[in-house]
């Protein structure tokens, strides 16, 4: 007990799984307790047992399974998760349930199972039954069996899908155990009571006993079908019906039985036999053989395969070619009559299928009817209609028609026979009127036949016909018919018995159905005029299924005259003796008698009587043919006084518009009219008469008469007349009808007569035919004269885009021919295409040789391409052809899987060719050659699916889709799993479909297909198959659509049905019934059927609902186009509610949605493409703070409605911006959405709202939070890589605003995760903001931290795309401008390739160091905020600039410029700022009066004192220091940006002008600080050349030349000036030699003319630089180039001249030695012998930079001794290399260690020997010190080693060697002490930018001309000069400094005038860019100086007026505005 006690504590869910039995029993019985009493079927209880349930069914013990099963069943049916178990439960029941003995438990389990097929589980069950059946277990076998039986009992053959349990039945029949045999037996009872004898064919092989059996027990089944008795929960409604009945005693439907019972088709129960594979292999050799018994064998090899029911879809083509042959040629009869057993076999078992080959084999047939025999014409007739079924009536209907008049009248008996049969199949939808009308014209002649048979076959067809459509459609067909022949027809028509066993005609309840089918379409157009109230007319009028032409209106009308109107149109001819009897009744007799008086005016007098009778007869009393009769007598229409005959053809008009009118009566008048529409008195009347007739016999047939008539005589003036006449009725009467072909000859007899008023009517009669048939029309009149066309083509081009004219005369009384012309045609087949019937055509077919098809089908593709070009010959040749082509069409169909793409390409075209030249006859070809079109949709090569696609849509110009729609060749198409064919055919069928108005219902077979692609692999067949989904629901439903979805596994169907709920929403409707444009039957019906005061509006309707339909795909925008004046009324509404706020205010909604979101209670705002669970959401979260009608427009399909949404949002903006900023989270993610429309019209409108909105919100200081920016700004992002500019321009200003609203390090990781994209315009445009934004607001923005960051950002250097490497050097860049060189520290490692372009772009582009980020913060901000600043987008995107133009100063200065643009218009920029803008600002305030504001007090009276020189800061000042304000500078760096222009003489012209300043001496200096810069772009333009230039061959050579000549001039002047040379700095000399020696190498230079001395001048310019440059400088960058060139493997001669240059200098070091920075050279020798260790040089192929390095180590060795050593100060690791180790031993060996040389003083060295020398020694080394400071260069140096010196040996006594000296030399070493110690002692040092950096310092800013340091004596002579110039001072300069450069400064002037010859050039934006840095300097100079008023702000241009000249204006400025505040 104790054990239990344990259990019995457990939870019941772990109970059930306890390993005790009992403890088991007792969990089932709890949960057994517990499933009864849970009410909720979603409560998450069930949960919990979901993966038990298969454990309860499975339970091992015996006792505790019941238990379980009982719980399981409970389970199942109370809890809404139990579909999930079905399969594992199901599958356990199977297995360890129908095994057990105990009759309870297999009990429990098949209720178990019906209860899962309850709750809508069939199929699982269903396959887990069927699985059983394979258990070797029979008891498991009978349970299922039994179970199967029951669920098929209660549930019905719809839920049971029978298919595959038929499928298994015979085998069970065979099994071994009696037990399964009983039980298959009861359930074949069971299954014949559903589907009765369709179960027969799939057990005819079973044991014939059994089969015996089952028939007796068939007998006894009753014969009224069984009912479903257990329904599905979704079948509630069904079951509760079912209750009723049986409540009311069982009173079934019949109807709906009969449905039941024809359910199943016993074809579909079948398995498909693949026969193809099985034909004997000799076959197509015996079936040519010469022997007819072995043509035999073979075809009855063929017959008994046929024989199989049901045949596999394959490539019969070959097979029925064969076929067709034998049938249409062989002489053997038993052979013809077994090759159409064949084919009625293989009709029969392929269906569908078999339609392909219909058309070709129909005409064989029918031909072959000729024979007589019996057995022969049987077969033949088996096989027509086994083919009829497989195809449609219209696709046969030509083949038919073609011998319905053959000579033979067996062949026109059988034909009638075929029809009649075919009749039986057809219903009212599928036999309509323009099907019906040929073929009852063609029997009515038939009818007339000599040979009985042909008769007797015409009349049963004829019955056949009416007892399928009805009497009243067939009539208007008969009209011409007696009395006896039409009693033999209804006869006929009795005595049919349809298919379905019904009788009556016209009446049955195919009929009835038909009609319930047809109506729906019809009621909405319907509506707008009159209800249709007649239901048995409707019921038996619809005869071509859905109404045609948008004008159900007309049909009351139509119906209404129809009757009388049939009897009129059959009026016979009456003899003239009963109408003169008809015409006393009517007329008076003194009219009647003076109608032939001899006086004119008596017969004048009786015609006005005549008129006035006519006028007041009463419409049916009229006897119309009576009263014309009359008219014609004596003189009749040869009436000689014209106003007898104007009132004679008067009265015609009377009594053709009031009586009924017939045809037979208009022929009595028409020749008479006809001959007076010439006359010129009586033309008039005479039209007016014909118009009146063609209104009363329709305008078509009086056409052809008038017409026919005219050219029959020989009066012109008539023929013009008619023509007139008949070009004014078709405006009139519109086009409806007319048969062109009836007078088109006529009207080419009339463009050739001689008289030229007819020529020109026919032409205007062209013209106007040419509104209604457009281009086809000119078809026509091809072969006419080029005159002739000429005027045609005149006429045609003035009709051009002008509509037909609204028909204003409808026919009165419709011809009843007419009436069936307007309703019959396809919906397809317009105007065009009727026009496409006329033209004549012709039959190729006899062209179409056997040999042609052979070369087609040839091995060799080159004899396939001559078949194919010469069958597109012979098209082309016929232009129009008939729809019979022979064998072509199986040859191009072969050619469409040709392996070489060519010629498939080649057959697409013949088959577009075909399209055009055949028209609608192509219908016929579509399963043969349309269908094999798509296939080719499935090709891999993109051109071929183009071609495929072109094809297509070119025939199904011609066809229309209903041919392509039918059968199941399109679903067989999507069956194969191919990708692309799969998009291209679902992205046809979505464009094809919402354009038809009814499709045939095989477009279901597509529905299994369009299922699988909604979740194939491909991305772009899913999108494909989901777009389409919506075009198929429109016609097959959602419910059909829904019901389909059965057949799909769970989890696909749950995704599919997801889809279909969406589809559903977006379903387009259907287009409503055409208005046809011209004068289309539609506007005519419409007009016609409604009473005269409402005749506009009901057309106007229809005119309206075009375009709404255009615009249905969009959405349910047009519902119901014709609908009335409904939807004006609901546009009236809906403006009126649109007055409201738009958005709503709701308090705390925002904070309330932002806690949603982090509880996750909703979706978070995350995805890469919006899945519409984020749209329902955001939906949801709009309605409580949305306008309604707002909504709807945001989430309207419509992009315009977006459009016009985001307007008002726009207007509303500042009016609601509370509101707005309310949902502001919400708005912003509508517009993320919006981002991910590809509609760029509602993109810049978004964009345009976004710009506003971020500038309201800037102005009302709100500030985005976290929430709204996450959910936003990413989506915003992904637009900066948008293609288009216009939209990356706005979005990149969006993102400028955002930083005002949202911090700017905040946005800084959303555009670091920008920069990952994978489109590459996004990563630049990301770069380039993040470069903006450090330039705006320093190294801070960077999140997380900067080094992540700039690692990131770095990555991008080696990016792929340009633009993206550009953008990431621009941004690091920005960061060195703002951190120096720390930015290498923040980069981390990047490859040599990309630190080098980095190198290389910070050298061009961070020239000057730009002033520190705090300041540019604030001025980047009030940029930002103004984006409107000209420079904003100038400088935005510096790789767009103009590429001539240097690049390197536009991304450096973009922060200065941005600062600069504001202030760039002062005249005084230096002026102190309180000044400046307060002058300004306070002078054109005019309108401020109160007071004076305090201004600073500034002494300016200081100004004119006498100048204290003040206390030297250790900062020198740049020689040029007064040109910082003018525009000299400026000008330079413009010259020198224009030498690096691509176009050469530009920059030939640059290079003039800097070369005219560098030749004069006095005016070179002014170059001094732009030699760099001067190099680079002389070194980019030598670059040009030689990648450029000297490649391109449309260049002349000798502009190169002299490109190069003025280059190097240039280089020779430059480096002739030694003050100047030396300015270069290390990097550019490098760059320079490379350049230099690489040009020497270009051996392309060799052959320009006089290239020889080209090279000679530049290897003069290597020896110059070598020598005057500086030598620290080029030593070093000979070093670092030898190294380069050594790694790179450059060419050897390239090394060897690198050498050479180092030899040189080594040569030189004796002199040189002293100006040279050791530790500099020793440092890249130690970075050289790093990368080239001794053993690696040796291993090199020339020992030549092995001897070169050891040659340069001695040399220096050998002149500064051991002291060598101590020159190692810049090495970091020592070790790293051997340079220490071999100085050692150099020095060694040299034995110098003894005998230092003291040429060069260094401090250490100095020092440390010092101690050791002897007293001798120290005049030595002062004077040698003092020479050092009196020698130009080394003067520095030399005070800081005397300095040094005192320190040591503070007791020296210099008085000795200063004694000789000058006062002023003597001040001014006193003055550089001074100046060291005060350096010494820690106060900052500021270093000169000299070129050579003392102790690895970084080199400043501005440049001096030597090395030295500028002593306080110098700023003291400058100040002199500067005051003297200014006027400030007028004693004469009494000392010449010892600095070299103060000569210069006098010519300064001058120069900058010289250089800036066009005044415009001073204020070019690059002048302003390289002039920012000087100009920041400069204040930082003032601040540092503290002397900012000794310099008078100067400018070049104005440097004429003296500074005291400026203050006095100042002075006067301030007084005039004090006096104006007063």
């Avoid at 039986?424 to 019906?436: G, M, V």
């Amino acid at each position: 007990m104790g054990d239990d006690s344990e259990w019995m504590k457990l939870p019941i869910d772990q109970k059930c799984e306890h390993k005790v039995w009992k403890a088991r029993l007792n969990g089932y019985e709890e949960a057994l307790k517990l499933f009864q009493r849970i009410e909720d079927e979603k409560s998450p209880e069930w949960g919990k047992y979901l993966g038990l349930v298969k454990k309860f069914v499975t339970e091992s013990n015996a006792v505790a399974q019941l238990k379980g099963l009982e719980a399981a069943l409970a389970f199942i049916e109370n809890a809404h998760v139990a579909g999930k178990t079905t399969g594992e439960v199901v599958s356990g029941v199977v297995t360890k349930v129908f095994n057990q003995p105990k009759a309870r438990a297999k009990e429990l389990g098949t209720d178990i199972c019906l209860m899962y097929i309850e709750i809508e589980k069939a199929e699982v069950v269903q396959d887990e039954l069927l699985k059983g059946l394979d258990n070797k277990n029979p008891k498991i076998v009978v349970a299922c069996i039994e179970t199967l039986r029951k669920a098929l009992s209660e549930f019905g053959s719809k839920i049971v899908t029978l298919k595959p349990v038929v499928k298994i039945l015979p085998k069970q029949f065979e099994s071994r155990e009696k037990a399964v045999r009983d039980e298959a037996k009861l359930l074949a009872v069971e299954i014949y009571k559903w589907i009765r004898d369709a179960l027969r064919p799939p057990l005819q092989n079973i044991n014939s006993v059994q089969l015996k059996e089952l028939e007796e027990e068939w007998v006894k089944l009753p014969s009224s079908p069984p009912k479903q008795s257990r329904f599905l929960r979704s079948q509630q409604d069904l079951k509760a019906k079912f209750e009723q009945q049986q409540a009311q005693g069982d009173q079934s439907d019949g109807e709906e039985e009969e449905e039941t019972a024809a359910a199943v088709d016993p074809y579909e129960l079948l398995e498909a036999v693949e026969i193809l594979s099985k034909l004997p292999k000799d076959f197509y050799d015996k079936i040519e053989a010469k022997k007819w018994q072995e043509r035999k064998e073979a075809l009855e090899a063929v017959e008994t395969l046929s024989k199989n029911p049901k045949l596999e879809n394959g490539d019969y083509g070959d097979l029925v070619r064969s076929l067709k042959k034998v049938v249409g040629k062989d002489a053997n009869v038993m052979l013809v009559t077994l090759a159409a057993k064949c084919l009625a076999g293989l009709a029969a078992g392929l269906r569908k299928k078999f339609g392909t080959y219909a058309g070709h084999v129909v005409p064989t047939i029918l031909e072959k009817f000729k024979e007589k025999k019996p057995q022969v014409v049987q077969a033949l007739q088996e096989a027509i209609d086994a083919v009829f079924l497989t195809t449609t009536l219209q696709n046969l209907s030509e083949d038919i028609l073609a011998v319905m008049d053959n000579k033979n009248p067996s062949i026109k008996q059988q034909a009638s026979l075929f029809l009649a049969r075919a009749f039986r199949h057809c219903t009212q939808a599928t036999l309509p009127k323009s099907i019906l009308k040929p073929f009852c014209a063609a029997f009515l002649k038939q009818v007339n036949d000599s040979a009985p048979e042909v008769r007797d076959a015409a009349f049963e067809a004829l019955g056949t016909a009416m007892k399928v459509v009805g009497e009243k459609a067939v009539n208007p067909f008969l009209a011409d018919l007696d009395k006896i022949k039409l009693d033999k027809i209804k006869e006929c028509a009795d005595k049919v018995e349809l298919p379905g066993g019904k009788k009556a005609g016209g009446g049955g309840g195919g009929e009835k159905k038909a009609a319930a089918k047809a109506p729906p379409p019809a009621e909405a157009p319907a509506r707008s005029s009159a209800p249709p109230k007649k239901t048995p007319a409707a019921a038996t009028k619809p005869s071509a299924g859905p109404p045609k032409k948008g004008k159900p209106a007309s049909a009351p009308s139509g119906k209404s005259k129809k009757t009388p109107d049939n009897k009129e149109t059959l009026e016979s001819e009456l003899a003239l003796e009963v109408c003169e009897e008809r015409a006393a009744a009517v007329l008076p007799a003194s009219c009647l008698q003076q109608l032939d008086s001899a006086n004119w005016k008596e017969r004048l007098a009786s015609m006005e009587e005549f008129q006035r009778a006519v006028e007041t007869m009463d419409k049916a009393e009229m006897p119309c043919q009576a009263l014309v009769r009359m008219l014609a007598k004596k003189p009749g229409w040869k009436e000689t006084n014209f106003q007898v005959m104007q009132l004679k053809l008067h009265v015609v008009a009377l009594i053709a518009q009031k009586g009924q009118f017939s045809k037979t009566s208009a022929s009595v008048v028409l020749d008479g009219l006809v001959d007076k529409v010439g006359d010129v008195k009586c033309g008039g009347n005479a039209k007016e008469a014909l118009t009146a007739i063609g209104e009363a016999c329709s305008l078509p047939w009086t056409a052809e008469q008038v017409v026919s008539m005219a050219f029959s005589q020989k009066n012109p003036k008539n023929q013009a007349e008619a023509l007139n006449w008949l070009a004014n009725a078709m405006k009139e009467f519109g086009f409806a009808g007319i048969n062109v072909k009836g007078f088109i000859n006529n009207v080419k007899t009339a463009l050739g007569a001689t008289n030229p008023a007819v020529r020109t009517a026919a032409i205007t009669l062209l013209g106007v035919m040419y509104l209604y048939m457009g281009a086809p029309l000119r078809m026509f009149f091809e072969d006419e004269k080029p005159a002739l066309l000429a005027q045609i083509d005149a006429e045609f081009e003035k009709m051009q885009g002008q509509s037909p004219p609204a028909p204003i005369r409808g026919a009165k009384k419709t011809g009843v021919e007419d009436e069936c012309d307007e309703e019959e045609q396809d919906e397809d087949a317009g105007a065009g295409q009727d026009i496409m019937d006329l033209l004549p055509r012709t039959d190729i077919s006899d062209k179409i040789t056997s040999d042609l098809v052979a070369k087609i089908g040839d091995k060799n593709w080159k004899i396939r391409k001559e078949g194919l070009d010469e069958a597109a010959a012979i098209i082309s040749e016929a232009k129009f052809i008939t729809a019979n082509m022979g064998e072509l069409p199986l040859a191009l169909k072969g050619r469409l899987n040709d392996s070489n793409k060519i010629l498939v390409q080649q057959t697409l075209s013949i088959l577009q060719q075909l399209a055009t030249a055949m028209g609608p006859g192509l219908k016929q070809h579509v399963k043969a050659l349309g269908i094999p079109i798509i296939t080719v949709l499935g090709d891999s090569k993109p051109n071929v699916r183009t071609a495929a696609m072109a094809t297509l849509q070119a025939w199904v110009e011609q066809t229309g889709m209903k041919e392509w729609l039918e059968g199941e060749d399109l679903s067989e198409e999507l069956k194969r799993e191919n990708p692309f064919l799969r998009q291209e055919v679902l992205g046809w069928l979505a464009e094809k479909l919402p354009t038809l108005r009814t499709v045939p219902g095989d477009l279901m077979f597509c529905v299994p297909q369009l299922y699988a692609c909604l979740e194939d692999r491909n991305g772009d067949v899913r999108k494909k198959a989901q777009d389409a989904l919506p075009t198929f629901m429109m016609h097959l439903g959602f419910d059909k659509m829904t019901k389909a979805t059965g057949k799909l596994k769970p989890a696909s169907k749950d995704q599919v049905v997801a889809m279909l709920d969406k589809a559903r929403a977006v379903m387009p409707a259907k287009p409503a019934a055409p208005a046809k444009a011209g004068g289309g039957k539609g506007s005519a019906g419409a007009g016609k059927a409604t009473s005269g005061s409402r005749s506009q509006p009901v057309s106007e309707d229809f005119v309206d609902s075009k375009p709404e339909v255009k615009k249905v795909r969009g959405g349910m925008a047009a519902k119901k186009g014709a609908a009335g004046k409904k939807p004006p009324a609901k546009g009236i509404k809906e403006d009126e509610d649109k007055s409201g706020p738009i958005f709503v205010l709701v308090p705390n909604a925002k904070e309330q949605r932002i806690k949603e979101e982090k509880q996750l209670k909703i979706l978070k705002w995350n995805f890469l493409t919006p899945r519409d669970e984020y749209v329902e959401q955001l939906k949801a979260q709009m309605s409580t703070c949305f306008a309604k009608w707002l909504q709807d427009e945001l989430f309207h399909f419509d992009f315009q409605r977006h459009v016009k949404a985001i307007g008002v949002m726009i207007e509303r903006l500042d009016c609601e911006s509370d509101a707005t900023i309310s949902c502001l989270d919400l708005i912003l993610k509508w517009f993320t959405l919006r981002f991910f429309d590809t509609n760029t019209t509602v993109l810049m409108k978004v964009l345009e709202y976004l710009k506003l909105l971020f500038a309201m919100l800037n102005r009302e200081n709100y500030h985005l939070n976290e929430y709204e920016a996450n959910s936003f700004v990413p989506y915003l992002i992904l637009k900066v890589g948008e293609s288009k500019d216009v939209v990356r321009k706005d979005v990149r200003a969006i993102l400028t605003m955002l930083c005002n609203v949202y911090p700017a390090s905040k946005v800084f990781p959303f555009l670091m995760d920008g920069t990952k994209s994978k489109n590459s315009k996004q990563r630049a445009e990301c770069l380039e903001e993040l470069g903006c934004l450090i330039e705006g607001y320093g190294m801070n923005v960077c999140q997380p931290t900067p080094a992540k960051s700039l690692k990131e950002i770095a990555v991008h250097i080696g990016d792929r795309d340009t633009s993206v490497r550009n953008a990431a050097l621009n941004t690091v860049v920005a960061v060195y401008n703002v951190c120096g060189d720390q930015v290498y520290k923040l980069i981390g490692n990047l490859s040599e390739k990309d630190m080098s372009m980095l190198e290389e772009r910070i050298k061009r582009s961070a020239k000057k160091t730009p002033a520190p980020p705090a300041k540019q913060s604030a001025s980047e901000r009030s940029q930002r905020e103004h984006p409107t600043n000209p420079s904003a987008t100038f400088l935005r995107k510096p790789a767009q600039e103009d590429p001539n133009k240097l690049k390197i100063m536009y991304r450096t200065y973009r922060i200065q410029a941005r600062q600069n643009a504001q202030h760039s218009e002062s005249s005084h920029p230096s002026i102190p700022k309180e000044f400046q803008l307060d002058l300004d600002m306070i002078e054109t305030d005019q309108s401020r009066v109160s007071e004076l504001p305090d201004l600073v007090q500034h002494k300016l009276d200081e100004l004119l004192e006498p100048i204290m020189i003040p206390e030297p800061k250790m900062r020198s000042v740049s020689p040029h220091f007064d040109e910082l304000h003018n525009s000299t500078a400026s000008t330079i760096n413009f010259v020198i940006s224009q030498v690096a222009s691509g176009d050469i003489n530009t920059s030939i012209q640059a290079l003039a002008q800097i070369d005219e300043v560098l030749r004069q001496e006095d005016k070179a200096e002014v170059m001094s600080g732009h030699i760099d810069q001067f190099l680079i772009a002389t070194l980019m333009q030598l670059r040009l050349i030689y990648n450029t230039h000297m490649a391109d061959d449309r260049l002349d050579k000798k502009d190169i030349f002299k490109l190069y000549s003025c280059i190097i001039g240039n280089m020779l002047s430059l480096f002739s000036m030694e003050s100047l040379a030396r300015e270069a700095s290390m990097g550019v000399l490098k760059d320079l030699m490379h350049g230099l020696i690489t040009l020497m190498l270009d051996g392309r230079v060799e052959d320009i003319e006089d290239g020889q001395q080209l090279i000679r001048s530049v290897n003069l310019l290597v020896v110059r630089v070598l020598e005057k440059s500086d030598q620290t400088n080029i030593l070093s960058a000979l070093l670092v180039l030898l190294q380069d060139s050594l790694i790179s493997l450059d060419s050897p001669m390239f090394s060897e001249l690198v050498m050479k240059c180092l030899w040189r200098m080594i040569r030189f070091l004796p002199e040189t030695i002293n100006s040279i920075n050791l530790d500099r050279i020793l440092l890249d020798v130690h970075n050289f012998m790093k990368v080239f260790p001794k053993e690696k040089l040796k291993q090199l192929k020339s020992d030549v930079p092995h001897r070169t390095l050891k040659t340069l180590l001695h040399t220096l060795c050998k002149l500064t001794g051991a002291k060598i050593l101590d020159h190692l100060s810049m090495i970091e690791n020592r070790n790293e290399s051997e340079l220490e180790a071999h100085l050692r031993r150099v020095v060694k060996h040299s034995g110098n260690l003894s005998g230092l040389k003291t040429d060069r003083g260094n401090e250490k060295g100095g020092l440390r020997t010092e101690d050791r020398m002897s007293k001798a020694k120290v005049s030595d080394i002062l004077s040698e010190i003092f020479k050092k400071i009196g020698s130009k260069e080394n003067t520095k140096e030399g005070l800081t080693e005397l300095y040094e010196y005192k320190q040591k040996y503070s007791d020296a006594d210099l008085e000795p060697f200063l004694r000789n000296t000058s006062q002023f030399f003597q001040s001014y070493v006193e003055r550089g002490l001074r100046m060291i110690e005060s350096e010494r002692e820690g106060k900052g040092r500021i270093q000169t930018s000299t070129v050579i950096p003392q102790h690895g310092g970084d080199t400043g800013p501005l440049s001096s001309n030597n090395g030295e340091e500028l002593k306080p004596a110098v700023y003291y002579e400058r100040l002199k000069i500067l005051r003297q110039r200014q006027g400030l001072e007028n004693n004469s300069r009494t000392q010449q400094g010892l600095v070299g450069g103060e000569e210069e400064q006098q010519q300064r002037a001058p120069i900058s005038s010289l250089l800036s010859s066009k005044p415009s050039v001073a204020s070019s934006t690059d002048m302003l860019h390289s002039k920012l840095s000087q100009l920041k300097e400069s204040r930082e100079l003032y601040q540092q100086e503290h002397n900012a008023h000794t310099h008078s702000p100067t400018h070049a241009h104005t440097r004429s007026a003296s500074p005291s000249a400026n203050l006095d204006d100042l002075k006067k400025r301030l007084e005039r505005i004090k006096s104006n505040r007063q």
